[in-house]
Every structure is written in structure tokens, then in C-alpha cells.
């Protein structure tokens, strides 16, 4: 099936006028580790047919939910990104949600850059990762899964990083010399924390990056660099629907799904997706 929800939608909740617009990008370029992200978008649209239209107390599927073409994923990096902020932006020109199916994380500079360039204000990113993903470049390679969020910040956009527990130095120094706001897995998981306050000064408007290996393994295995000592299913949710509260939702991505062939790990990242719209 190649529509999110299909199984669930009316015919008025599937259209163009949808504030949900579901963008599959099945980019698997420059994974250093495990593989099948190009399929992650699939399997979580395939799964999300089994999903039910209420998750916690809200019916995000009312406000409409149209599943666009996946983007072509061929050709250079920037051309990629390119095409996909292009997507984003006339998403939100329109006044819709852009949804970010992936793929890896690399493809989140794509979609940022459009939803920015639709915007007047300035945005911020919350981030729900097990990386930093703040190298210079990786493997040669500057659009990579581990260096997107050094290139976002670089751009002069705001981060907040919630579940973090693998970096490196020169992350850490990217850290320090962008102004990340962050709190890091072990913190968070042995404090059983679910709500964390962003600064006063982070910006209003509100991009969630999901990158599913911020969750714990034993939650989520299918993913190229499963960390232990992840987030918990609530906790990682809850962490950023309070991150929200009194600001607005203007896109999100759910990233780095590798399906394995257990449903269960594609269920659970189409309900993530799902979740994130009830809270936008």
C-alpha cells in the first residue's frame, strides 16, 4: 500500500486539503553501519494500515492525512536535498504539515531548509536521537546521516537534543560552539525524566527530527546503529509533546527505520508518526 492510513481514511480526509502531507523519501546513501533504510518508508506506510484512527485522546486523521510520491533519491546529495526541500516548502507555503518519511537522517537538511525557507520566523529543531549527528562530515561525505544537524546548526538554526549517548569530541565541540541545548540518554532514562523545558529564547516554531534509534534496542532494534540505554516509548513522546506546549509543530521527520522483517518495529515507528501528528 502506498497511502499512510489507507485503511482508515474517508475520501475527504485523503485529499490535497489534507494538513497532513506524507512525504516518502527512501534515501539509504551513507550508512555506516547496519542497512535498509530505503525501505523504511514502505514499511511504515504499509504498517500504518493497521493502526486505529484515536492515539492517546486525539484523531489526528480528521484534519486530513495525503500521502504524496516518494521523492526520486538518485543523483548527488545536494540535488536530493534539494528536491526535498522544494517538497517541504510548498508544503508549508500551503499551509500543511510536511511529514518526512525516511530514509536516513541526512535527508532531514533537505527537509528543514524548505520548511525555513517557507517561514518568516525563526525555527527551532527537537531532536529524539541515540547521535548527535554533529561531525564536520563523515567519511568524506558533509551530507551525511552524521553531520546533518552540524550542517542545520551551522545555518544558524536552534537545537535541542533529547536521548543522545554516542558522539564524539568534535561533536561535543560543535556542541559548545552552536549552542545546543541538550539532555543526554543516561540522565534522562535514569531519572525517568519526561519533560524537560526548553530555554526561553528557543524559537516558537517547532521542528521534531525522530530519528527511531533514540529509542531503546529492546524497543526498537531495526535501525543501522542501535544504541543501548535508549528512551522509553512514552518517554521519548512525552519529552517532545512537552517540548511543544506553547509552541507550534511546522514539519517533522521519522528517520533510520531498517526493516528487519519483524512488523512489530515498523508498527511501532508508523505509530511514532502518527503520535507526532496528534501533537502538532
Not at 104 to 125: D, F
Not at 156 to 181: D, M, P, T
Request: glycine content about 10%; hydrophobic content about 40%.
Amino acid at each position: 500500500m502506498s497511502i499512510f492510513l489507507d485503511s482508515e481514511l474517508t475520501a475527504s480526509e485523503r485529499t490535497e486539503d489534507a494538513r497532513f502531507r506524507v512525504i516518502p523519501v527512501p534515501l539509504e546513501r551513507t550508512v555506516s553501519y547496519g542497512s535498509g533504510t530505503a525501505k523504511g518508508p514502505g514499511a511504515i506506510i504499509e504498517a500504518s494500515n493497521e493502526l486505529e484512527r484515536i492515539t492517546g485522546h486525539a484523531e489526528p486523521c480528521v484534519e486530513g492525512i495525503f500521502t504524496e510520491k516518494p521523492l526520486d533519491c538518485t543523483g548527488t546529495m545536494p540535488d536530493v536535498m534539494a528536491r526535498l526541500a522544494q517538497r517541504t516548502e510548498a508544503a508549508v507555503r500551503a499551509g500543511k504539515v510536511p511529514v518526512t518519511l525516511g530514509g536516513e537522517h541526512s535527508l532531514s537538511y533537505g527537509a528543514v531548509m524548505g520548511v525555513a525557507r517557507a517561514l518568516t520566523q525563526p525555527i527551532g529543531i527537537v531532536q529524539i536521537d541515540a547521535h548527535a549527528d554533529l561531525r564536520n562530515a563523515y567519511q568524506g561525505e558533509k551530507h551525511s546521516h552524521a553531520s546533518v544537524m552540524h550542517l542545520l546548526a551551522e545555518e544558524g538554526i536552534r537545537l535541542a537534543q533529547f536521548g543522545v549517548r554516542a558522539f564524539s569530541a568534535e561533536e561535543a565541540q560543535s556542541r559548545l560552539k552552536n549552542h545546543v541545548f541538550h539532555v543526554d540518554a543516561e540522565e534522562l532514562v535514569t531519572g525517568g525524566i519526561h519533560a524537560i523545558d526548553l530555554p526561553e529564547d528557543f524559537p516558537k516554531l517547532v521542528y521534531v527530527s525522530f530519528d527511531v534509534d533514540g529509542l531503546d534496542p529492546s524497543l526498537m532494534p531495526a535501525t543501522g546503529t542501535p544504541v543501548p540505554g535508549g528512551l522509553g516509548y512514552y518517554q521519548a513522546l512525552r519529552l517532545v509533546e512537552h517540548a511543544l506546549k506553547g509552541r507550534t509543530c511546522v514539519g517533522f521527520d521519522v528517520v533510520e527505520l531498517a526493516p528487519d522483517g519483524n512488523a512489530a518495529w515498523d508498527f511501532t515507528a508508523a505509530q511514532i508518526v502518527y503520535r507526532l501528528m496528534a501533537a502538532c
